[in-house]
């Protein structure tokens, strides 16, 4: 790949843009090219993909995508950068310029993307809203089909933990609802500018055919069983069946044991109790 952006070359368009990288926006720029080389191959995009990018700030990773992908959407809310994002593209791989689109929008709030169907997710999400962003565009862009998202370590091992794990919890399950999802790779520190204080990982996903079932109250039941997760379903799902004993049937409706807690539920499970009709 050539055009891609060299630590100084990030550096530098932080400092024309008088940038300060903040918190409150997750912002923790890729300076590695390598890195960049790695998340392209590992995401398998190709010249038939439409790529979504949330947060591509300097457009590090953007450039990547763009050398192997049909077309790149680029989801950024800082408008500065949203700006700055098609100028850093024609300046550096200007035959890709074309392939490129620029949506100023929170992803918290994107229901759909401008011009062909998107095809596959490829991003350095925020850490502080990685899972819900993830969650959004499984949700609200069901033509995508294949992903591969950078997020802090930990968020990574919630997102792929199985039932029974310590690390399993309502991100695992949800994401579970709409896609095979796995761990790609770990990523260290200083790779980004500025270095977070915590490691990197890689979650890529598969979209599959969700359990029978409405998502929105399998959802409501995985909040409730996650709500008190060191409580039995029988007195953790009280609230949203009307009672324990409203629970207990529910779940002996569903072949659930009401003593079990949430985390040994896979997401079929859920979906089979949410399924049971209230008396």
Do not use: C
Request: charged letters at 20%.
């Amino acid at each position: 790949m050539t055009g891609l952006l060299s630590a100084a070359d990030v550096r530098a368009l932080a400092t024309a843009l008088d940038l300060r990288p903040t918190k409150a926006l997750g912002q923790n720029f890729v300076i590695d090219p390598n890195t960049v080389r790695r998340l392209v191959r590992v995401a398998g995009v190709g010249v038939d993909d439409v790529v979504v990018e949330v947060g591509p700030g300097l457009g590090s990773l953007t450039l990547g995508l763009l050398e192997v992908a049909q077309r790149v959407v680029a989801v950024e809310v800082d408008p500065r950068l949203a700006a700055q994002l098609p100028t850093t593209v024609a300046l550096q791989a200007p035959e890709l310029a074309a392939r490129l689109e620029v949506v100023l929008q929170d992803a918290l709030t994107l229901t759909g993307v401008p011009g062909p169907a998107p095809t596959a997710f490829v991003a350095n999400l925020p850490y502080n809203v990685a899972v819900p962003v993830l969650l959004r565009l499984l949700e609200h862009l069901p033509s995508l089909r294949t992903g591969l998202v950078m997020v802090q370590a930990e968020v990574a091992d919630r997102l792929v933990a199985g039932p029974g794990s310590k690390t399993y919890g309502i991100p695992s399950v949800k994401a579970a609802w709409y896609a095979d999802v796995r761990r790609a790779g770990a990523i260290g520190r200083n790779v980004f500018w500025p270095a977070p204080n915590v490691d990197s990982g890689l979650v890529a996903f598969t979209r599959r055919e969700p359990p029978p079932g409405d998502r929105a109250e399998t959802f409501a039941v995985v909040d409730a069983a996650f709500a008190q997760r060191r409580k039995t379903l029988r007195a953790a799902l009280a609230g949203w069946a009307g009672s324990p004993a409203a629970a207990e049937a529910r779940l002996r409706a569903a072949g659930i044991d009401p003593s079990a807690r949430g985390e040994v539920l896979g997401v079929e499970d859920f979906a089979r109790l949410a399924a049971v009709p209230r008396d």
